[in-house]
């Protein structure tokens, strides 16, 4: 008789965006003249960049020829786009990847949930809280944790909580931990860890053989020079973190999946008998073993991205929506709420007017100003309490929602 995978069972409830979308279309089913602005999932809005469609377009068409036909190409990445990222995003900023240390792969959701099958299934993980709900929900699948208390922590994962009151920053864990989740600029405080801070945690890895998996998949929208868009710009971490990157909120490619993983050939962790072996090894067993690659059209495109009328149009993008983000803000502000973010990140964090739970306050914005966010408690028990609003959409449409806003009373 098949049985089921009954870690499965104690996910507590359906994963946080489509329970978003589910009351969305409850309340647009009630109401259908509402229009409705969603500044909820952290979904681009822009099209993507000529340079992109030119290139993509370029590769369709060889792809159409007996000459420029390709089948499977290599599971990692073709070296044309993993060069690009060498020089672009590393070697500017001073920092040697090799080329085979690069997995180009179709997101980093798939990979940040995907990294954990490579560690023993009693390993300790650490979380940031609140966090991308990904790094959990995999981990409680695979069977790291036991069950959800009432206070909807996992038994068996490190909480650390990253609130206001301790300015985002979260305190390294008293407890001996094998796998520590971080995320700069953070979903979905929009917090970013300076140099010195992130030092302190390779630092920390270091001494007790802890794993980072450093999530960067928004270090485009850092503005602040002394803020690092690589974990590898810190002295030593080549031997202890393993970073995500993408190019879905980089350059729109939310549609159309491309992204790559950093597994440097340093970082290490122990076999049963004490052996230490480099984990570049073993992802790249799990990466051939369970994906064909991105297409060579999509490789092609992200190359572009590179290119100096690429870059210079993605980073056009990429101010478009940080106004959004300062108009956003901005305009809480007046309205009187309390803000975070939304200055090296696309996303707005604020604290709940009232007393309101995060839940009731999603409730209490679609229903008076027919806008959507995100209920900070689907990020964890910490971000109870909070609500995270994105600058991915129109001018129009952010300039219309914090209008609606502000004519909520925010006490």
């Known amino acids: 008789m098949a049985r089921i995978n009954e870690n499965y069972a104690k996910l507590k409830?359906?994963?946080?965006?489509?329970?978003?979308?589910?009351?969305?279309?409850?309340?647009?089913?009630?109401?259908?003249?509402?229009?409705?602005?969603?500044?909820?999932?952290?979904?681009?809005?822009?099209?993507?960049?000529?340079?992109?469609?030119?290139?993509?377009?370029?590769?369709?068409?060889?792809?159409?020829?007996?000459?420029?036909?390709?089948?499977?190409?290599?599971?990692?990445?073709?070296?044309?786009?993993?060069?690009?990222?060498?020089?672009?995003?590393?070697a500017s900023r001073g920092v040697t990847i090799g080329r085979d240390e690069i997995f180009v792969s179709d997101g980093s959701k798939c990979d940040s949930g995907n990294i954990q099958e490579i560690f023993a299934t009693d390993s300790v993980v650490a979380l940031t809280d609140p966090v991308y709900p990904v790094y959990l929900d995999t981990n409680v699948m695979a069977g790291r944790t036991g069950a959800a208390g009432d206070d909807g922590r996992y038994a068996g994962i490190v909480y650390m909580p990253t609130t206001a009151e301790n300015d985002f920053t979260p305190a390294l864990p008293k407890e001996h931990v094998d796998l520590?989740?971080?995320?700069?600029?953070?979903?979905?405080?929009?917090?970013?860890?300076?140099k010195e801070q992130l030092a302190t945690w390779v630092q920390h890895a270091k001494k007790t053989g802890a794993v980072i998996l450093f999530d960067a998949a928004y270090e485009a929208f850092i503005s602040d020079p002394k803020i690092p868009h690589s974990i590898y710009e810190v002295d030593g971490a080549r031997e202890v973190a393993i970073e995500f990157r993408s190019f879905s909120k980089t350059a729109g490619f939310t549609g159309t999946r491309c992204a790559f993983t950093v597994v440097p050939k340093e970082v290490t962790a122990a076999a049963g008998n004490g052996e230490r072996i480099a984990l570049n090894g073993l992802w790249n067993r799990r990466h051939t073993t369970k994906f064909n690659g991105v297409s060579y059209p999509i490789q092609r495109a992200a190359a572009a991205t590179y290119s100096s009328e690429g870059h210079r149009q993605t980073r056009d993008i990429i101010a478009f929506y940080m106004e959004n983000a300062r108009l956003i803000r901005e305009g809480l502000q007046r309205a009187g709420y309390t803000v975070y973010g939304g200055v090296n990140a696309p996303y707005i964090w604020l604290r709940t007017p009232a007393g309101a739970s995060s839940w009731e306050f999603f409730d209490r914005l679609l229903g008076t100003a027919n806008v959507v966010g995100t209920p900070g408690s689907g990020f964890g028990p910490s971000g109870e309490g909070y609500f995270r609003l994105s600058a991915f959409n129109s001018r129009a449409n952010v300039e219309e929602a914090i209008a609606r806003i502000g004519r909520m009373p925010a006490k």
């Open 13 to 90: 409830a359906g994963y946080l965006f489509p329970e978003i979308g589910r009351r969305v279309a409850a309340f647009q089913k009630a109401n259908p003249d509402a229009k409705v602005i969603k500044l909820g999932i952290g979904d681009v809005t822009r099209p993507l960049v000529p340079a992109v469609v030119e290139a993509m377009r370029a590769a369709v068409d060889e792809m159409g020829s007996d000459a420029g036909f390709r089948g499977y190409g290599p599971e990692q990445g073709y070296d044309f786009l993993i060069d690009a990222i060498r020089e672009h995003d590393y």
């Open 180 to 194: 520590i989740y971080l995320c700069s600029p953070n979903n979905p405080t929009g917090a970013a860890a300076t």
